[in-house]
């Protein structure tokens, strides 16, 4: 028999420094209404820019108030500066989708 804890355990995403940095200096900066931080790092395993840490491809879905107004270029610039070091540092790549809360 199946203990549902230790399944619940052994399916569960574990979350790494790099992710979770990420998402905070995000919601920090933006203070967004939707934040999604996808770790796609296994699908560039063995790829140029894979570390071997599991932390190195990202991808962030981020909607905030603080994009209202701005360009394309400007909404990503917006994310790139909250995350400056860690791009510089642990990230090789971060695709990012950044766009303006719905309007009612």
Known sequence: MTDPATTAATT??????????????????LAPTLLQVINESAQHRGHMGDD?????????VVESPAFVGQSRVGRQRLVNH??????????????????????S
Not at 52 to 60: A, L, N, P, Y
């Open 12 to 29: 569960a995403r574990t979350i790494g420094p790099v992710e979770r940095a990420i998402a905070e200096r995000l919601r920090i900066a």
């Open 52 to 60: 071997g840490s599991g932390e190195s491809h990202f991808r962030v």
């Open 82 to 103: 909250a995350l400056a070091d860690l791009l510089r540092d642990h990230v090789h790549a971060l695709a990012i989708e950044a766009r303006e809360p719905a309007r």
